[in-house]
């Protein structure tokens, strides 16, 4: 079966320091991997997303992610957090390809502290 | 961008109750939407899958009959949930997509229903 994993619950880092959020896959075909923003009482805003190709991929709001096969991971970067950065990160596996009924991680929440 | 509505933010209720929740795409055609439901500090659990016309697709698990969902047209999707009780109390979260696997899914706002 598949699954995602997000190791870190909770990260805290300081404005203007870079981020890394951790995401480890497992699924038996080709994955299609996802990671979503949510803020506080909202619904999730795609950050990026991989299919194929290019195994480095950019999205919204500077975020880039880099799929890794071998090490079944897909990590989130940014390489300077602002204030409003500060929310919950979500990675996600599609299940039966493209975008249809993905599977979600966790999340991993993050602060940004001054 | 492509916008989905969900309606409404919020709503508090006494037990037993029914509650009806609305997912509108506002500027695309949907024909498949999701509900999730959401525990405090949890992850997105998919509830169920329905296509415009079709009847739903219910995850393991999931009571269809305690949670009725209906997609009578391309661009609004209910989901009523039956005889509320307060372990129904939740975050309930809808998407939308126009369909096939590139077509991304596009999340509502939510619904944070309290059942008392």
């Known amino acids: 079966a598949q699954s995602v994993t997000q190791p870190d619950i909770h990260i805290t880092v300081s404005e203007g320091a870079s981020l890394e959020l951790r995401c480890n896959y497992s699924?038996?075909?080709?994955?299609?991997l996802f990671w979503y923003v949510q803020s506080p009482g909202q619904g999730l805003q795609l950050l990026l997303k991989?299919?194929?190709?290019?195994?480095l991929v950019q999205g919204i709001k500077g975020f880039e992610a880099e799929f890794k096969r071998s090490q079944s991971s897909f990590n989130l970067r940014k390489p300077s957090v602002h204030w409003s950065d500060a929310a919950e990160y979500f990675c996600?596996?599609?299940?039966?390809?493209?975008?249809?009924?993905?599977?979600f991680g966790t999340g991993t929440k993050l602060q940004v502290i001054p | 961008g492509a916008v989905v509505s969900q309606h409404p933010s919020r709503v508090i209720c006494k037990s037993g109750t029914s509650v009806k929740i609305e997912c509108r795409s506002l500027?695309?055609?949907?024909?498949?939407m999701f509900w999730y439901r959401q525990f405090p500090k949890q992850s997105l659990m998919l509830m169920a899958t329905?296509?415009?016309?079709?009847?739903?697709?219910?995850e393991q698990g999931v009571e269809k009959d305690k949670f009725l969902i209906n997609h009578a047209s391309l661009t609004l999707s209910t989901l009523t949930v039956t005889s509320a009780h307060p372990e129904d109390s939740s975050f309930y979260i809808c998407?939308?997509?126009?369909?096939?696997?590139?077509?991304?899914?596009?999340f509502g706002d939510g619904t944070r229903l309290s059942i008392l």
């Open positions: 991989y299919f194929s190709g290019d195994t």
């Open positions: 996600a596996v599609g299940l039966s390809g493209g975008y249809q009924k993905v599977t």
């Open positions: 699924y038996g075909a080709t994955p299609y």
């Open positions: 329905s296509n415009e016309g079709s009847k739903a697709t219910y």
């Open positions: 998407s939308a997509t126009g369909g096939g696997r590139n077509q991304p899914q596009h």
């Open positions: 500027d695309f055609q949907a024909t498949t």
